[in-house]
């Protein structure tokens, strides 16, 4: 006889997010793209950022919202390149990151593979909380075919077993297909299972305008905050990756007008005293107002912004 359960005896678990909404702790999470695109340069950006306790900026609304420092994390790096020295690390010092929170395969000296009992053990040993496989396909045992959905389906679950056990975001690089006709979650690597088998999968693309830019973005999500608004991932002159938000071009026309109104709904709202920040994007939303022209309209009145208990409030300037 099944084992039933009642959701009413269930108790419902908050996610706690390496990097919201996009990358969760104790969960698998898949990072693909073209190579040179900026998939390893962007994962090691955000570790180097961990391992100083700064976390990645969260995406909200479409617009990325600085998170409060976290406890430094430790990131156990799974690579198949032989100099770690001058390619991943120096990646990921050139990012800001503490070497001394950066731990990887050691792979000239020994060849790890996706076995439950070596992973297992290379997280307790360095108290890691990310896990990164890069590329993912280099770490499968000899002779997997990632076409075949019985092994890899014994492959994830034993990396789901991993990520739950021991609390720790794992996060799989990979190479697109060459199938560019297909759905962006198809274009991942190997069988459809696989995409069917994590939580969270991202996208990294090269902006075709402007070399230097980068571009994430969720293909999937399977959690409450999903949000599938690009981020800009932008490189310096000296290689260094930052966030910047999505910038959507717009007539000018267009935005002065859509400004103009949002102005308006700001004052009807507001003239009888605080609203909810929610309840005004709503608001505007049914105009075909975004929420970063709402935000712009409320900088150029000078609205005040307060946040208690989790809530916030706008609020016209006392004149």
Known sequence: MPVIRWGHETEIVEIEWLWKPFIPYGKITIIEGDGGDGKTTMILTIAAMLSVGIQPPSLIRGHLVDEPTCDPVTTFYLTNED????????????????????????????????????????????????????????????????????????????????????????????????????????????????????????????????????????????????????????????????????????????????????????????AAGPVQIDTIFEECDVYGIGDRTVRRAAKELGVISRSKGGITTWDLPPD
């Open 83 to 270: 100099e770690v020295a001058d390619s991943s690390l120096k990646r990921f010092i050139r990012a800001g990151g503490v070497a001394e929170r950066f731990a990887y395969s050691g792979e000239l000296e020994h060849h790890m593979t996706l076995v439950e009992d070596e992973l297992l053990s290379a997280i307790e040993q360095t108290h890691a909380r990310l896990l990164i496989i890069d590329p993912f396909q280099a770490f499968l045992p000899e002779g997997t075919n990632m076409g075949s959905i019985t092994k890899m389906r014994a492959i994830f679950t034993t990396l789901a077993n991993i990520a739950k056990q021991t609390d720790t975001g794992i996060v799989l690089v990979g190479h697109l297909n060459k199938s560019e006709g297909s759905k962006d979650i198809h274009r991942g690597f190997g069988s459809a299972d696989i995409a069917a088998s994590v939580r969270s999968i991202l996208m990294v693309e090269m902006d075709k305008k402007d070399r230097e830019n980068r571009w994430v973005r969720s293909i999937k999500s399977n959690f409450d905050e999903s949000d599938y608004t690009p981020i800009r991932l932008v490189l310096d002159e000296d290689r260094r990756l930052s966030f910047a938000e999505f910038e959507p071009e717009e007539d000018a026309a267009a935005s002065t007008s859509k400004i103009t109104k949002a102005r308006e709904i700001l004052y009807a709202l507001l």
